[in-house]
């Protein structure tokens, strides 16, 4: 298992970025045998990380690389540092949605043998990552064959108001994301309800979606609400509860262990 960390200049964002990915062992492509390197694209996962988080946290807190390696799959993992700004292009600040979705795949695709076709790549997260997964599918049907968010934000619109909430010095935080108007939030590029009826009325094939929660979860009735709704909608989702489960790395791991095994990517 090959782990990559490396910083560019983003052309989107203006400043350095850094990036994460995790590649399949040469060795067991058996190169001395063949002569030469597998011609063949990986497939790929862009993984998200959850609010303050960055591109070591799924390195740092789960088991992925050893998820990775004893799957035996022809799959790369892509780690972007997402931070704390809900992969939106924020209205005062940088455009961290059109960086993850346009720039982050390009560069990759261009350094690395990974696939651009819509049936060879995933995306998910956990927590904001979660929010980040579904968007990027919901917004780019054509793009991403599966979506999978692990105690996801689901409702980034009603997190927006809870948070501020629970903590008024995140006003600011999210007067910069998504504008001071709390009703223009609603129905806009950002608001994943909205997202879930337009994707599904665009005529456009629709992403696989995959839901995990647990039920002592801050953002259990989000949760609930999305997969009622994009069920009655007609998407094909996965959905599991876990009972008594907060917002914790534990469960995260678990679910991590689990997305690995369900991408249907060519084994190695």
């Known amino acids: 298992m090959a782990l990559l960390e490396f910083s560019y200049q983003s052309d989107i964002l ?3 970025q850094e990036l994460c990915v995790l590649l399949p062992d040469p060795r067991v492509y058996e190169l001395d045998k063949k002569g030469c390197a597998d ?5 790929v996962l862009y993984l998200l990380n959850g609010y303050q988080g960055n591109h070591l946290d799924f390195v740092r807190n789960t088991m992925l690389p050893r998820f990775l390696k004893e799957s035996r799959k022809k799959l790369a993992v892509v780690m972007p540092a997402g931070l704390t700004y809900y992969y939106a292009d924020m209205k005062r600040g940088w455009k961290y949605f059109t960086y993850v979705a346009e720039e982050v795949p390009r560069i990759v695709q261009s350094y690395l043998h990974i696939s ?17 997964a579904l968007k990027l599918a919901l917004t780019y049907p054509e793009r991403y064959a599966m979506a999978c968010s692990i105690s996801g934000v689901t409702d980034p619109v009603l997190r927006s108001v809870q948070a501020v909430q629970e903590r008024p010095e995140l006003t600011e935080l999210f007067n910069n994301i998504y504008g001071e108007d709390v009703e223009a939030r609603k129905h806009s590029a950002d608001d994943l309800m909205e997202l879930l009826e337009k994707t599904a009325a665009s005529g ?14 801050y953002l259990y009735d989000m949760n ?5 709704k994009a069920r009655a909608l007609g998407y094909d989702l996965d959905y599991y509860e876990e009972e008594g489960v907060g917002h914790e790395w534990r469960f995260w791991n678990r679910e991590i262990e689990k997305l690995i095994a369900r991408i249907p990517a060519k084994p190695l």
């Open 224 to 228: 609930v609400a999305f997969r009622d």
């Open 14 to 16: 203006g400043f350095e």
């Open 116 to 132: 651009p076709k819509r049936e060879n790549t995933f995306v998910g997260g956990t927590s904001m990552g979660g929010l980040g």
């Open 204 to 217: 456009k094939p629709l992403p696989k979606l995959c839901q995990s929660i647990g039920t002592a979860d």
């Open 39 to 43: 011609p063949e694209d990986l497939s």
